[in-house]
């Protein structure tokens, strides 16, 4: 039932009990937190404390953060993690016709598209053997802490439907993305922080903020994202000309005044306007220091990559004006810097990797931007012992064709189409199995061999790392209970540590 008409159906001895006394015990469970006389296990299970106040999952979890590296635009898994010597070998054949007879398409023009092989060489590394193209020298140097999953598939054609499938387990506008389910059913540890931070490199991509939105979910578990330059968040300083103090005073009255409001009429919204006001005071001390990166040694700017310069070209992962390559490496060092300051949820977007043409340039480009910082973080987490309870995850919308791309008006054979049949996706630590190789392709990557993995599927398992059941995960909105996972997915045991 809606929250404020379950209010206007309380009586008046309920109203005093569950309003009047709830309202009294966060106002004195926040004091108690802030003089440090509550312990943090009492804040944890207490719900009175706020929105994004720490809860209890429903079992033990094994993963605390996560850090969720989105490639929006859908890179080539055939030029990156999912070697196909037979492909190669059938370099400008047609499609088998038992394919083109029940197969379909998003741009390609079926009767003159013929295969197209990859340029690049795969190489084993770590003692798993796991196979990197030599785009990507550094990931290969993480393998043994990497789970690859090469049997991916969606239902979604096109860019927005998949963005929104990987990131909200629907491709429907209006549902919460799985950072704000996750802040929702588990909190945050950090109170000078929001619970789930939005960074961007690149274009951007065609989602927008669609792929970070609470949907029907309080406002309090939005995605909140920083800004490349400048202040982090807009506004986040004082006008010139107000004083401390007297901001303080006036959000002071702001407050009152929002609660008296909530106490009539107890719609979450008011208690998620508090919470927020409230937060954007403690981010104006704690933003700053985020992100200043003085503190930070050499050697790890240096491995992150920070200070890298974009090569002169016309780049789709990046615009004239933008330097992606050290606003990327930025971006993944402060979601380390985040994670140990308690944020639950970062997702870090590049776009765009939708290369439909120049395939191999561009490619070439975007997995420059990505290779070494990802590779740095994920072994700047292990070194400091933060990997096993930090989730990192790569992913996408859905793969790209074993077909070059036909379509008139483009370089015939320069690129490759969507492929929702089968791509792949990287995970590591947070409870996952790494050194290992889930799912296979068939032998020129049409369609999934063995293992399919649904991307419902994906969250169910990365909701169980969390200690969340994802059927138990449920908001009731509109007269239905609705869930990350929606009608499906399940956990897949063969991920776990």
């Not at 094994?62 to 590296?69: E, L, M, P, V």
């Not at 109170?191 to 309090?220: E, I, K």
């Not at 908001?475 to 609705?482: A, I, K, L, P, V």
Request: with cysteine.
């Amino acid at each position: 039932m809606n929250p404020i008409e379950r209010h206007s159906l309380n009586s008046r001895r309920e109203f005093l009990t569950t309003t009047a006394s709830g309202l009294g015990a966060m106002a004195l469970g926040s004091l108690l937190s802030e003089d440090g006389l509550l312990s943090h296990a009492t804040a944890a299970t207490s719900p009175q404390i706020g929105p994004m106040a720490p809860k209890q999952s429903h079992f033990k979890p094994h993963a605390k953060a996560c850090i969720f590296i989105f490639m929006a635009g859908a890179p080539s898994q055939i030029d990156l993690f999912d070697p196909k010597p037979e492909l190669n070998k059938r370099h400008g054949q047609s499609l088998p016709q038992s394919i083109l007879d029940s197969a379909r398409f998003a741009f390609i023009n079926p009767d003159t598209a013929v295969l197209m092989g990859s340029q690049r060489t795969f190489r084993k590394h770590g003692q798993s053997g796991m196979e990197f193209s030599d785009l990507l020298p550094h990931l290969g140097s993480t393998a043994d802490d990497i789970l690859m999953v090469r049997s991916m598939h969606s239902g979604e054609f096109n860019h927005h439907p998949g963005q929104l499938l990987m990131q909200c387990g629907v491709s429907r506008f209006g549902m919460p993305a799985m950072g704000s389910w996750i802040t929702y059913g588990l909190g945050a540890e950090s109170r000078n922080l929001p619970g789930y931070v939005v960074l961007s490199a690149g274009r951007g991509s065609s989602g927008g903020a669609t792929l970070y939105q609470s949907g029907f979910l309080p406002t309090s578990y939005s995605g909140v994202l920083f800004r490349n330059t400048g202040d982090p968040v807009l506004n986040l300083k004082n006008p010139d000309g107000l004083p401390q103090h007297l901001q303080k005073e006036g959000l002071g009255v702001l407050r009152a005044l929002n609660q008296k409001r909530y106490q009539e009429v107890h719609d979450p919204e008011i208690a998620s306007r508090i919470a927020s006001y409230e937060l954007a005071g403690r981010m104006q001390l704690t933003a700053p220091e985020l992100i200043d990166l003085s503190n930070e040694t050499k050697s790890t700017l240096r491995d992150y990559g920070v200070g890298r310069t974009d090569p002169k070209g016309n780049w789709r992962g990046s615009l004239p004006h933008l330097n992606t390559m050290d606003t990327f490496a930025r971006n993944c060092l402060l979601a380390r810097r985040l994670v140990q300051r308690g944020v639950r949820f970062i997702n870090i977007i590049h776009a765009s990797w939708d290369q439909h043409s120049d395939l191999d340039s561009q490619i070439n480009y975007n997995a420059g931007v990505v290779d070494q910082p990802i590779a740095a973080l994920i072994k700047d987490l292990k070194q400091r012992g933060m990997l096993d309870e930090t989730m990192v995850v790569w992913g996408s919308e859905f793969g790209r064709t074993p077909l070059g791309e036909n379509r008139k008006g483009r370089d015939s054979n320069t690129g490759r189409d969507h492929h929702p049949f089968c791509f792949s996706m990287l995970m590591a630590g947070g409870g996952l199995k790494g050194g290992q190789v889930y799912g296979k392709t068939d032998e020129i990557g049409w369609y999934i061999a063995e293992n399919p993995v649904h991307v419902n599927d994906l969250h169910a398992t990365l909701l169980n790392r969390f200690g969340m059941n994802h059927l138990r995960m449920t908001h009731r909105f509109q007269g239905r209970d609705f869930r990350l996972t929606d009608v499906g997915g399940k956990v897949i045991n063969d991920w776990m540590a």
